[in-house]
């Protein structure tokens, strides 16, 4: 059973960078394409940036396009999401999973952004 531990988020105001981890362990991510997902208060969960086992393809949500860049090291086991110029709507939790996901889900790291 895979398991997911995000870790990085917190308090960080308007403008400000953010640097997400997601450290897997109980399987190897080498092979998939994993992804980062966030949930805002009263929102469902929505999809963020993904990238390819390889890193040769990163695909991102239109609202965070040039803002957010993904990237992993599979010799860790990891990924991460670096977040710059964060605005208030980018509060949120932040999962990492494979795409699609599995069905088993991290505790997430909690991202604010102060106006």
């Known amino acids: 059973q895979v398991q997911l531990v995000e870790s990085g988020g917190g308090l960080v105001q308007a403008g400000g960078s953010l640097r997400l981890s997601c450290a897997a362990s109980g399987r190897s991510i080498n092979i998939y394409t994993m992804g980062w997902y966030r949930q805002a208060p009263g929102k469902e969960r929505e999809f963020v940036a993904r990238i390819t086992s390889a890193s040769s393809w990163r695909v991102y949500a239109e609202s965070v396009k040039g803002r957010f860049t993904i990237s992993r090291d599979n010799a860790k086991n990891t990924v991460y999401l670096q977040m710059s110029s964060l605005k208030p709507e980018d509060t949120a939790v932040y999962y990492c999973?494979?795409?699609?996901?599995?069905?088993?889900w991290g505790q997430g790291t909690q991202v604010t952004v102060s106006s």
């Open positions: 999973n494979a795409v699609p996901p599995w069905s088993a």
